[in-house]
Structures are given as C-alpha cells and as structure tokens.
C-alpha cells in the first residue's frame, strides 16, 4: 500500500508540473500566434520585465521562444519516434513468435485475451510493451531455464506492468522528464517510478503466488544468467537500476527503501517552481 501512495504521488507531481508549464507555453504561444489577451502568463510577465526594444528585452524573449520552441519540438519527436519505433517492434515481435508455445501458455495461464507471446530467442527475455493493448513477451530461453513456480511468477510481474498500464505511463513520465528537462523533479519522478513499478510488480506476484520462493528463485537465477556473459538484458525489468531495491524487499520485505532525491536537483527544482509560482502571483495580483 506504501508504494502504491508513493507511485501516485510521484505520477501526480509530475502531471502536475507538467501541466503548470506546459498550459503556461500555450497561453504564450496563442498570445503570439493569434493575439490572445494573457492576463497570468509567466513567460509574458518575465519579457514585460525589461524595457521595450530593449538588448535585454530581445536577448530574453529569445531565450524563452528558444526554450518554449524546443520543448514543443522534442515532445513532438519523442511521441513519433515512440510510435514508429513501437510499430517496427511489433513487426519483429510477431515474426519471432513461436505459435505453438504461445498458444500453449496462453492456455495454461488462462489468458483470455491471448496476451502471452512467446519468442523464439536463445537469451531470457521477459517484457511488457505496447500503450493500448499491452502484451506479455516471453523468450524460449527464458522458460528453458526456469521451472513451473518461476515462470509463472515472472508472469504474474508482467500482469501487474499489464494491467497497471506502466508501459504509458512510464513513456508519459520520460517524455516530460526530457522536454521539462530544466526541472530536475521531473526526471526524479521518472526514474522513480520505474523502480516503484518493478516493486508494486514484485509484491503483485508474491501475493498471487502466495509466496516469495518462486519470484526469489527467478530473480536470482535470471541475474546469475545474466553475468555469465549473455550480451543482453537478461530480463528487461530485471536489468536495470531497481535490482538492487528489489533484492532488498526480498530479503527484508518489512524494511522500508528510501528512494532519495539529491539534494542539487531538489534545490534547483524548488527554486525555479517557487519563481514560476512567484510570478503568477505578481501578475494575478
């Protein structure tokens, strides 16, 4: 329950500044576009600070069109990168599919809506993808290597990403975090909940396995897999930096994990939200 309060909170934080300054470069670029009356707009009161036809006056009104230009631009090559590159994953995916062991599993999980597709792959692959409809993909190496209990556990991780929407939610997160960039919070919140999510995963399994043994057993048995030399990830949501929480809440489940935010980032995050929320007020007021 305390990490599901925490993914919210660190979703929530992030929509909300998103929001925040996104909404702001709106309301700026129909004032420029189209001559909308702004009577609270941040990046308008910052450019009403300097003189008229002023150096300063120019230097900072191309700044923030420079920096509102790009934030548009990067969030718009970010969504078409995203969707080719999902469109020509999908293409690969099916043309890997190992019909008969999809079909299989499909039928031994019980899954309804055939949502487990199977690979043909020699390293051990485990992995959630796509925004609207998410489906599970597993690799022949990875079932060849672990036993009943294993699987299945590694499956009900997957059903959490699935039916938790991480795949959208996690892209949403890092397009923010790389068009806000100048708000370190953001790729705080990013980064923070990748890791929460593989966590909320585990403790999904647990309880719908009714114990840890099969995911632990996985775990390690995947990660020692990995180190003995195999060029790829050995389990997409295993390999990456939340292995070492997740170990943890293993061994020690009661123990709570600080997921701390550095001091740096969190100055300079606080200062530029208390400016942009200063300078709504002033102009409120």
């Known amino acids: 329950m305390w990490w599901k309060k925490r993914s919210l909170f660190v979703i929530g934080l992030s929509l909300l500044i998103a929001v925040l300054i996104w909404s702001q470069m709106g309301m700026y670029i129909a004032h420029l576009l189209f001559g909308v009356n702004l009577h609270v707009n941040v990046f308008k009161f910052c450019i009403s600070l300097f003189k008229e036809y002023s150096f300063y006056y120019f230097l900072v009104t191309i700044i923030l069109n420079v920096l509102i230009a790009y934030t548009i631009l990067i969030t718009l090559i970010k969504i078409i990168e995203q969707c080719m590159l999902l469109k020509r994953f999908k293409k690969v995916i099916f043309a890997q599919q190992n019909l008969g062991l999809t079909s299989a599993l499909n039928r031994k999980y019980e899954r309804q809506q055939q949502d487990i597709i199977v690979i043909d792959h020699k390293e051990s692959l485990?992995?959630?993808?796509?925004?609207?409809?998410?489906?599970?993909?597993?690799?022949?190496?990875?079932?060849?290597?672990?036993?009943?209990?294993?699987?299945?556990?590694?499956?009900?991780?997957?059903?959490?990403?699935?039916?938790?929407?991480?795949?959208?939610?996690?892209?949403?997160?890092?397009?923010?975090?790389?068009?806000?960039?100048?708000?370190?919070?953001t790729k705080w919140s990013y980064q923070n909940y990748k890791i929460i999510s593989e966590l909320l995963a585990d403790e999904y399994a647990i309880q719908r396995m009714g114990s840890e043994l099969g995911l632990s057993s996985a775990l390690f048995k995947l990660i020692k897999n990995y180190f003995k030399g195999n060029s790829t990830p050995v389990l997409v949501h295993f390999s990456d930096e939340s292995v070492n929480y997740r170990l943890q809440q293993l061994v020690e489940p009661k123990k709570a994990i600080p997921v701390r935010l550095k001091t740096t980032s969190m100055v300079i995050s606080i200062y530029v939200l208390l400016l942009l929320m200063g300078m709504i007020f002033v102009t409120i007021t």
């Open 126 to 185: 485990a992995f959630t993808f796509g925004f609207r409809r998410p489906r599970i993909v597993l690799s022949s190496g990875l079932i060849e290597i672990l036993d009943r209990d294993e699987l299945e556990a590694v499956v009900e991780h997957e059903t959490f990403h699935q039916k938790n929407d991480d795949s959208l939610k996690i892209f949403i997160l890092q397009l923010i975090s790389q068009s806000i960039w100048f708000i370190p919070l």
